[in-house]
C-alpha cells in the first residue's frame, strides 16, 4: 500500500522524528505543545506517543499547563545503537550511530568491483567488527545500503537494470542475516546519503533538497516535506539513465547516451585510466584520479570539467522539476576541494530556469561513509 512519494510507513516515521527532534530541542512538552510545535494533529501525537512510550522510548510524568493536569513528555536518555552498512560495488562502508543521534564512529575501504559475494560481506563484518570493538559498543538493529533501486516493500529491484551478480543473488540478503544475526532495513545508498544529510550535515532538519550521488551511477535521494520521496516504484531518482547523447555510449541500463555513461564516477575514473599510464596499472584508477583532481592535474580537471557540463545541464533540468532550494553532490568526488568544482557550479547556474537562480549547489560533508551513516539512522526510525 503506497501514497504519492512514498509508503504509509514512512509517513509515520517523519511524524515519530518530528516529535523526537522537538523534544531534543525543548527537553520535555506536553502533547499540546508537541501538536502545536510540530503542526501534527493532537490525534495523531496521542497515538504516536503512545507507541513510542510503549517502545520504551518517552515516559510521561504528571504536570499542570494552563491551570489543568496534562502528561509532561521527555526522552529516555538510555542508548540504543544501530549498525549502518553500504555494501557497495567499489567500497563498503559502516558506521555506529546512537538513538541520540550521536555518530559513535564510522569507517570505509575500496574493495575490488569483482570480490565474490561471500567474501563481500565477511569484509563488512570484519570492517563493522573493528568499529564496535574500538568504542566498546555492540548493535542492536542493522541498516543496510545498496548500490541499486529499493521496491516500497524493502526488496532489491531486479528489473531496472542488470545487477552485478553478487548483488542479484538469491543468496545476498540470507547471508547478510546470517552474518550479522539480524533483519536490516534496507535502502539505496543515494536516498540513505540524503537521510545522512539532513541528519548529521549543515542541512541538518532541512526539509527540501537533493542528494546526488555520483559514483558507479548517478543517483538522487529526494527529500521534499521532510520525506524521502520514492516513487510509484522505488525507482525515483535514477537521473544516471537520462539519455544525454544520440547515439552516444552503450549503457549497463539497455540504451545508448545515458548521463552515467559520461559523468559517473565510473565514467571518469575509466577516462583517467585510458590516458594516465600508471592509472591503467591499478586495481582501483579511482582513487589515483581524486587524488590527481586535488593535486590540481590538469588531465583529470580537464576530464572532470568535461564531464561537468552534461551533468550541469541534468541537475538544472532535474531542480527545474522538483523545484528544490539546494542541491548535495556526493559520492567519492566530494573529496575534492571547492575550486574543482567551479566548471559544473557555473554551468549549473547557467541552466536554471530564471525563477529559480538562487538554487545553491554545495558539496557534501558526509564522507565516504555517509550511505553507512545514513543506514544506521533508517534503522533507528523504523523501530
Given at each position: 500500500m503506497s501514497m504519492q512519494g512514498g509508503s504509509l510507513q514512512d509517513l509515520r516515521s517523519a511524524n515519530i522524528q518530528k516529535i523526537i527532534d522537538e523534544l531534543q530541542k525543548v527537553g520535555?512538552?506536553?502533547?499540546?505543545?508537541?501538536?502545536?510545535?510540530t503542526g501534527l494533529s493532537k490525534a495523531t501525537v496521542s497515538s504516536l506517543v503512545s507507541e513510542l512510550e510503549q517502545d520504551g522510548r518517552i515516559r510521561r510524568s504528571s504536570t499542570t499547563a494552563s491551570g489543568r493536569r496534562a502528561w509532561s513528555i521527555e526522552l529516555v536518555q538510555h542508548?540504543?545503537?544501530?549498525?549502518?552498512?553500504?555494501?557497495?560495488?567499489?567500497?563498503?562502508?559502516?558506521?555506529?550511530?546512537?538513538?541520540?543521534n550521536?555518530?559513535?564512529?564510522?569507517?570505509?575501504?575500496?574493495?575490488?568491483?569483482?570480490?565474490?559475494?561471500?567474501?563481500?560481506?565477511?569484509?563488512?563484518?570484519?570492517?563493522?567488527?573493528?568499529?564496535?570493538?574500538?568504542?566498546?559498543?555492540?548493535?542492536?538493529?542493522v541498516g543496510l545500503a545498496v548500490p541499486c533501486p529499493v521496491t516500497l516493500e524493502g526488496r532489491i529491484s531486479q528489473g531496472f537494470m542488470p545487477l552485478p551478480a553478487w548483488l542479484r543473488s538469491p543468496r545476498f540478503m540470507t547471508m547478510f542475516e546470517e552474518v550479522f544475526e539480524a533483519e536490516p532495513i534496507i535502502e539505496s545508498a543515494a536516498r540513505l546519503?540524503?537521510?545522512?544529510?539532513?541528519?548529521?550535515g549543515p542541512l541538518k532538519n532541512m526539509n527540501d533538497f537533493a542528494y546526488v550521488l555520483v559514483d558507479r551511477g548517478v543517483e538522487v535521494g529526494l527529500m521534499l516535506g521532510g520525506q524521502l520521496r520514492r516513487g510509484f516504484r522505488g525507482h525515483a531518482g535514477e537521473l544516471g539513465h537520462l539519455r544525454v547523447a544520440t547515439p552516444g555510449n552503450p549503457c549497463r541500463c539497455g540504451n545508448h547516451g545515458c548521463l552515467e555513461t559520461m559523468t559517473s564516477f565510473y565514467a571518469l575514473s575509466l577516462r583517467w585510466a585510458?590516458?594516465?599510464?600508471?592509472?591503467?596499472?591499478?586495481?582501483?584508477?579511482?582513487a589515483l584520479f581524486v587524488d590527481a583532481l586535488m593535486d590540481d592535474d590538469i588531465l583529470a580537471q580537464r576530464i572532470f570539467d568535461e564531464a561537468s557540463e552534461p551533468l550541469a545541464r541534468s541537475l538544472a533540468s532535474y531542480v527545474n522539476l522538483v523545484d528544490v532550494p539546494t542541491v548535495v553532490l556526493g559520492g567519492p568526488l566530494?573529496?575534492?576541494?571547492?575550486?574543482?568544482?567551479?566548471?559544473?557550479?557555473?554551468?549549473?547556474?547557467?541552466?536554471?530556469?530564471?525563477?529559480?537562480?538562487?538554487?545553491?549547489?554545495?558539496?557534501?560533508?558526509?564522507g565516504e561513509a555517509a550511505a553507512a551513516r545514513g543506514a544506521a539512522w533508517n534503522a533507528l526510525l523504523h523501530q
Open positions: 520535555s512538552a506536553t502533547q499540546a505543545d508537541l501538536a502545536s510545535a542508548e540504543k545503537v544501530a549498525l549502518g552498512i553500504e555494501i557497495g560495488e567499489a567500497r563498503i562502508s559502516v558506521a555506529l550511530v546512537s538513538r541520540e550521536e555518530i559513535i564512529g564510522d569507517a570505509a575501504v575500496t574493495i575490488d568491483d569483482q570480490l565474490p559475494l561471500d567474501v563481500r560481506i565477511n569484509r563488512a563484518e570484519e570492517l563493522a567488527r573493528a568499529v564496535m570493538d574500538a568504542n566498546n559498543v555492540e548493535y542492536d538493529v546519503g540524503a537521510l545522512a544529510e539532513r541528519s548529521y585510458s590516458l594516465d599510464p600508471a592509472a591503467a596499472r591499478v586495481v582501483d584508477p579511482g566530494a573529496r575534492a576541494e571547492e575550486r574543482h568544482f567551479l566548471s559544473l557550479r557555473l554551468g549549473f547556474e547557467r541552466a536554471l530556469s530564471p525563477a529559480i537562480h538562487n538554487t545553491k549547489l554545495i558539496v557534501s560533508t558526509q
